[in-house]
């Protein structure tokens, strides 16, 4: 099945990262039933870079991890259905929306947590996956509960669980 990973960077030392999103993305959308050709975006940036993004996308003035923009409005837990999302026509692709990842903020969590910026990097684009599927986690209720276990399940699956 064809599928399009477009990775992007502003800043230096991305590149070490591509391979890794290549494995991870995929798998954390084969995870959740996708089983249809799509498309992601992923833009590495530093804290500066994620601020203005977050500034002029949400209007929330402040650096963060990672930010999502999901193309669709899906139901967490639950593959995409036919009638949820619809194709390029031009690439019979389903673009389901683009990734941020700070990778200043990834390398300074890695370290903070004691895992490394290769599993936090990870663990940032699996979340972001999960945001695109649908998840969310503003309160601190069973949602946010369903989305850690998804995230932990995946990375489990991939070998990147937590030390």
Do not use: C
């Amino acid at each position: 099945m064809d599928h399009e990973l477009i990775i992007d960077a502003e800043v230096d030392g991305a590149q070490p990262y591509a391979g890794l999103l290549r494995r991870v993305i995929p798998a954390a959308l084969a995870a959740e039933g996708v089983d249809f050709p799509w498309e992601v975006d992923v833009l590495f940036t530093d804290d500066a870079g994620i601020r203005a993004i977050n500034r002029e996308q949400r209007g929330i003035d402040a650096s963060t991890d990672v930010l999502s923009f999901p193309m669709f409005q899906l139901t967490p837990g639950a593959p995409p259905a036919p009638d949820e999302v619809e194709a390029d026509p031009g690439t019979g692709l389903v673009p389901l929306g683009d990734m941020v990842i700070s990778l200043e903020r990834a390398r300074a969590q890695g370290e903070e947590y004691g895992h490394g910026t290769q599993r936090e990097v990870a663990y940032l684009a699996v979340h972001s996956v999960l945001h695109l599927l649908g998840y969310d986690h503003l309160d601190e209720g069973p949602m946010k509960a369903q989305m850690r276990a998804r995230e932990e399940a995946i990375l489990g699956a991939l070998g990147l669980e937590r030390p």
